[in-house]
Each structure stands twice: as C-alpha cells, then as structure tokens.
C-alpha cells in the first residue's frame, strides 16, 4: 500500500454540492471519510456517489447506545458496502459484541463485504486534564486510551481509532493484525486547530498507524491539490 492510499480524507462539509465539489476538486483521494454533519445531511446519498466513482469509505458516525440499539445501527450501515464503520468504545462489552456480529449479518443480508468495525478509544480534542477533571476519568490517558483498545480487541472489533501520541503503545499491545486509525495528524506548516495530541503524518506511520485522517491540513488549504501533493511526497520515504 502507497502513501497516497494510507491517507484519508474527511468530508467535513454541510451538504452533497459542497461535498461533490471537494471530491473533485481532489480527484487523486481513494478514501474519504463521512461524518456525523454530511451524512445527516444527505443519508445514502453521498454514500452511493463515493462507490459510483469507485472510492473507498469510512462512515465516521461514531455509535454509542445500548446494545440493541448499536447493533441495529451497524446492521444497516454494513448494508451500505463502506469499508470501515466507528462505534465509541465506551458504549461497553455487551455493545461492542452486538455490534461485531451485527455487521457480519447486515453486510451478509445485503450482499457485500462486511466494514472494518473500528472503536473510538478517546477522541482526539480530548486533553489529558480534560479527561481527569471534566470527564473524571482517574487513569492517564495513554492509559486509558489502551484499556478501551484491548477492549475492543476483545470483544472481536478490527481495530480503534487513537490519537497518534498513543499509537505506538497500542501497536505493540494489540499486535500487527489490529487496525490503528488516527485523525489528529498535522503537518509542520498547518495549524493544530482544536487537535490537543497530534503528531505529523510521518511520525504517525511511523509508530504504527494503518490510516492517518488529514482534514483541514488538505481542504482548506489555499490551494487543496496542492497540500495533498506535498503531504504524499513527504510520506513516499516511510510508507
């Protein structure tokens, strides 16, 4: 797998014209990203024109419920035929178990390859104090963040979505099979925006990451071509 396949592009934007626009804008991008905002938007829709121009997708809606409701949602979702599909890790054991065996079925109903199930360990604009004082979580981060991963790992999930601070603990406790997704990643010449643990997209690969999703770094770039162009060559010597 090239650099370029490695990357994951978001589509954070409000509706299926803009959305249309940045995926042609971007014609070089394979895999995009679908999240919470464009999905409510447009439903489907976006979905089956990513597959029309034969794009690979990760559908970002990040499930947290209890266990009959996540495992009802990730039946549908594998119906859609997107690659890979997040659920909160802390949505817990009964849910993350549901949720496995759901996609299996819902992928099999509609005849298509079941999505990677990957768990949201801690999102990435979530600080160290944050997680201590607002969340009033008493383990350390990184910490915490590899509980939530062997859980998930238990409980029969593909693989989690980490920040790439604690990549490199997760690879080597959870092994090479294990899926590593990691938003968050920044080049040296963007703004870290509101990412509080980031690292650039070649440390990221370089501890262990499968996938790095790089948003704004790309899409609001002055000029997006660009930007994606100069992150590819600066990852050609790692990946």
Not at 146 to 160: F, P, T, V
Not at 201 to 219: D, E, M
Request: negative net charge; contains cysteine.
């Amino acid at each position: 797998m090239n650099a370029e396949q490695k990357i994951i592009v978001p589509l954070d934007v409000a509706n299926i014209t803009d959305a249309i626009a940045l995926i042609e804008k971007l014609p070089q991008v394979s895999f995009w990203k679908v999240g919470l905002e464009l999905f409510t938007s447009t439903g489907p829709q976006i979905l089956q024109e990513l597959k029309s121009r034969q794009k690979r997708i990760f559908l970002d809606l990040k499930f947290h419920d209890i266990p009959n409701t996540v495992a009802g949602a990730c039946r549908a979702a594998a119906g859609y035929g997107v690659d890979l599909l997040t659920i909160h890790a802390t949505a817990g054991r009964d849910a993350l178990k549901a949720a496995t065996e759901a996609v299996q079925t819902g992928a099999a109903q509609a005849g298509v390859e079941p999505p990677k199930l990957i768990a949201i360990t801690v999102l990435t604009s979530i600080s160290c104090r944050q997680l201590a004082f607002d969340l009033k979580i008493p383990l350390e981060l990184p910490e915490y963040a590899l509980e939530m991963a062997l859980m998930a790992q238990e409980a029969g999930l593909d693989g989690a979505v980490c920040s790439p601070q604690e990549v490199a603990q997760l690879r080597d406790s959870c092994g090479n099979e294990f899926l590593l997704v990691c938003p968050g990643v920044r080049p040296t010449w963007a703004e870290k925006g509101d990412q509080k643990r980031s690292l650039t997209p070649s440390q990221a690969l370089q501890a262990g990451a499968n996938y790095l999703v790089i948003g704004r770094p790309v899409t609001a770039a002055a000029e997006p071509e660009l930007a994606w162009k100069q992150i590819c060559e600066e990852l050609a010597t790692v990946a």
